[in-house]
């Protein structure tokens, strides 16, 4: 299932498309990437300019904002080490940090904060690290994937 969820979010807002296919200006939301870059040092551009990844010190964070069809965002912490992460409460701590850091007040914090706080989600398969968020109605996943040698740690909510 989480492989499954993982795929349509990444049809969703991973796919590059012809920007007469969508619904949302795509030279816009590359416009926007370009202009963002400038705001992470050392930060580039991947996938036809539609996602910004930025250089950390764990690895790299991939910010994908916008959408075709529907616009939302995606931060995800590409890693190595997820071992700090194992515990809920350090996982937890981590997504607040990428949407407070990466998400360009498309997430309310202190609104992310109380639903982490008031364990506001449902989790299909605990103990498992995928999460539905009851955010604000609309789809708030948080999620763990593997790939490969690196983990993903991230999530994305759209409308």
């Known amino acids: 299932m989480k492989k499954t969820i993982f795929i349509i979010i990444l049809g969703l807002f991973g ?5 007469d296919d969508c ?3 795509q030279n816009t939301r590359v416009e926007k990437n370009i202009e963002l870059q400038k705001k992470y040092p050392g930060s580039f551009l991947v996938d036809k300019n539609f996602i910004l990844v930025v250089p950390v010190k764990e690895g790299e964070v991939r910010i994908n904002i916008g959408g ?12 190595k080490n997820a071992s700090k992460y194992k515990e809920e409460k350090e996982f937890m701590n981590k997504i607040l940090h990428l ?3 990466y998400s360009q007040g ?7 904060k ?3 706080k008031d364990r506001n ?3 299909p398969k605990s103990p498992s ?3 539905f968020f009851n955010y604000d109605g609309s789809p708030f996943e948080v999620y763990e994937t593997n790939e490969g040698l690196y983990t993903i740690i991230g999530f994305s909510s759209y409308s």
Do not use: R
């Open 129 to 131: 690290k995928f999460y």
């Open 23 to 25: 619904d949302l200006n």
């Open 68 to 79: 075709c069809v529907h616009y939302g965002v995606t931060i995800e912490l590409k890693t």
């Open 121 to 123: 989600w449902s989790q």
């Open 106 to 112: 498309m997430i309310k914090y202190e609104k992310l």
């Open 15 to 19: 796919q590059p498309v012809i920007a």
């Open 114 to 116: 109380k639903v982490i």
């Open 99 to 101: 949407a407070k850091t």
